[in-house]
């Protein structure tokens, strides 16, 4: 029997990024706020460059991931822009520049592995269980229960299979299919 994948309700989403508040902790809800809205997996997200989805004058409208089947694009939607609005902001804060090529997501402390101030998928893992922590949610959530989410939420609002793998990057939809539970109708 295949197993639940957990997603979190539209009251659970809002009671997490709900769960803390303070300036870090509002860039920290923004974070989740982009993966909710995107459904990037937590190495994706890590590696974006602020290039990827701002011009230099405002934020764009759709993101290009690359992936194992070339370049996907994913749509912005209002909350994901308004939350790239955000981390930007807490950047500026921080005295770093707005560079193209700088990190989209700044960390306060210097990254021990390659001597920049990217964000680690760990750290956004910790962010993820403190909020939930927060929240008082009674089950794991993880930043891949924010990506199953968003997939879920794309299947509830009519989305295909179809469009659901490549808004996902899945290489087959049988995987999209195997994952979520529609049936094949592609």
Same mark, same amino acid.
């Given at each position: 029997?295949?197993?639940?994948?957990?997603?979190?309700?539209?009251?659970?989403?809002?009671?997490? /990024?709900?769960?803390?508040?303070?300036? !870090?902790?509002? @860039?920290? #809800?923004?974070? %989740?706020?982009?993966?909710?809205?995107? =459904? &990037?997996?937590?190495?994706?997200?890590?590696? /974006?460059?602020?290039?990827?989805?701002? !011009?230099?004058? @405002?934020? #764009?409208?759709? %993101?290009?991931?690359?992936?194992?089947? =070339? &370049?996907?694009?994913?749509?912005?939607?209002?909350?994901?822009?308004?939350?790239?609005?955000?981390?930007?902001?807490?950047?500026?804060? %921080?005295?770093?520049?707005?560079?193209?090529?700088?990190?989209?997501?700044?960390?306060?402390?210097?990254?021990?592995?390659d001597?920049?101030y990217?964000?680690?998928?760990?750290?956004?893992?910790?962010?993820?269980?403190?909020?939930?922590?927060?929240?008082?949610?009674?089950?794991?959530?993880?930043?891949?229960?924010?990506?199953?989410?968003?997939?879920?939420?794309?299947?509830?609002?009519?989305?295909?299979?179809?469009?659901l793998?490549?808004r996902?990057?899945?290489?087959?939809?049988?995987?999209?299919?195997?994952?979520?539970?529609?049936?094949?109708?592609?």
């Amino acid at each position: 029997m295949k197993r639940a994948i957990p997603v979190l309700s539209t009251e659970q989403a809002a009671t997490l /990024l709900q769960g803390a508040w303070g300036r !870090s902790q509002d @860039r920290d #809800r923004q974070m %989740l706020t982009f993966i909710l809205h995107t =459904g &990037l997996k937590i190495n994706e997200f890590v590696k /974006l460059n602020i290039g990827d989805v701002y !011009s230099g004058t @405002r934020v #764009r409208k759709t %993101l290009i991931v690359p992936g194992a089947r =070339g &370049l996907r694009r994913v749509p912005l939607d209002r909350p994901a822009r308004e939350a790239i609005a955000v981390m930007l902001d807490f950047t500026r804060g %921080l005295g770093m520049p707005i560079s193209l090529e700088a990190p989209l997501v700044a960390s306060r402390q210097r990254n021990k592995k390659d001597n920049s101030y990217r964000i680690t998928a760990r750290q956004v893992q910790r962010i993820v269980k403190t909020l939930r922590e927060d929240a008082a949610l009674q089950f794991k959530t993880t930043p891949q229960t924010l990506r199953h989410t968003y997939a879920h939420d794309l299947l509830e609002h009519g989305a295909d299979l179809r469009t659901l793998q490549k808004r996902l990057g899945h290489r087959s939809l049988k995987t999209t299919r195997d994952l979520y539970g529609a049936p094949l109708s592609a």
